[in-house]
């Protein structure tokens, strides 16, 4: 995917920043950077302090501002939050307000206050920023300080139940709100399982307090749209970042059920990662019309055709359930007919290969892994001796707000893939299965049944979920295979069996 295409068009990252450059004008950044063979200045991005140094130093060198973010906070990475401050500024001109003098509040401002100090600076924006972490406060008010920005910028410290209430100042109307929320929810595994998974690109960065809330970003927007519904146009535009697609469209939906339809949403697309912009009003349209606002959105064909033929592995000794190619093969067909996946062009058993094409609907593994968390949590309760009244009344909301959830993910699924994705599957991928024989060093070619061990290649063909729902049925399938302390991707040495 060229992702220059899709980046904001005035967001001055369309270009790579000259390392050289910052190399030789900053001392601090010539410690992190490494010169390779070719001459080219590179720096590495799976190293948490390198990425913020690297911020510290654009925000000095670009924006004349100066910073220091605490090691164990979240790198504010700036390509991303300048294409969300680019939307905001082209809503603030398309609602024909002027950006030097509007008033625009950041919820969860965080440690260095990343979006108020680059609106004060570049726009000379007033701005107030909330945050509950004291920490965190003290030291934005501290960036803000040394910034001399203390009469653009307020940073307050607000209660963690509310959202816009401590904030609010008697009769005043504020023309913006922004929020990069947290993104995870407290109990969620998949703040892990993304920095498992997926390759590691960027270093991960921020702490729990910054990353997670309970009931993730759903639950912190629902409760921000909740309270705008109560102030009304007491702010003239609200604006949250998403990151999820799947929740942009629970979002959207959310919106619609609660009568608000001046709403608008946009991509930020910058590097490997895409986040959400969703904007909402009660303006009356022929003041603020969001619906015409100007938006970046990429067809969901153009992610996909880059990741054609991206594939992943499951690679495990073989086992007692598993010690044959037919057992694979049993397998893969019962858990594609329980899933409700369609499964295709199966080839012949080969003794040492197998191959099929399956295709996918809907997540559906995910909500079986959601019933078997919760048999699990039964199964917990009743053994802390529980009564099966008690587990029955606390299990009763469990499943219904899952039910709610999973109603509200097949709606949502139908109704923003439909229309995005015309009637393009989440997810086709070829299944690739061999039986194959770890190396030794002291045997040429011999390979004993104990060597032996199974490689399911998941190759990927097309579909709206992309790598997301590669990967996250990648886990399902390792889950169910029972393998997930045994996998052996990447081994030093496979070589394929000999007949
Ligand atoms: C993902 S971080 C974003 C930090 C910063 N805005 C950025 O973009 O780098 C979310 C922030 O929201 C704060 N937060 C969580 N709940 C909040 C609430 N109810 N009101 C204000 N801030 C909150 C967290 O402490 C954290 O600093």
Redesign the pocket.
Known sequence: MNVKKYIHPRNKYKRPPDYKKLAILYPEFREIAIMDFSGKMRIDFKERKSLHVLTETLLKHDFDLHVNIPPD????AIPL?LNYILWIEDLMMHSKLQMDKVTGI??????????ALLLAKIYKCQMI?????KD?VKHAQECVRRNKLQNLIEIIT??????FKDTMQNDKVYDFSM?????FESEDDGFDKVAKILPPRNAST?ND???K?EGGEVA?VT?MIEESVEMQDRIKIYST?IGKKADLASLRRLLRSRNITNITWTEFCQGYTTRWGLAWSFVPQNIVNLTTAPVIRKRGKSIVRSLKNYKISITFPMNDKFSYIDDMISFIRATAEELNIELQNASEDNFDNWSCQIIARERSWEHTRRKRRLAQQIAMKRAKGETDECIEANMCIEETSIKIENDMKKLNEERSDKKLFDDTPLLVCKLWVEVMGIESSDSEDIITQSDEIFRIWMIFEDGHGGLDALHSLRQYLINKLGVREKILDNPLKIKKKKS
């Not at 906070?73 to 504010?76: G, Y």
């Open positions: 906070n979240l790198n504010p939050r950041d919820i969860g401002t965080g440690a260095v206050c990343i979006y920023g909330t945050e509950v972490n965190s607000v209660n963690s139940n509310r959202i929020c990069n929320p947290p993104f921020g307090g910054e990353l809330t912190f409760r970042m």
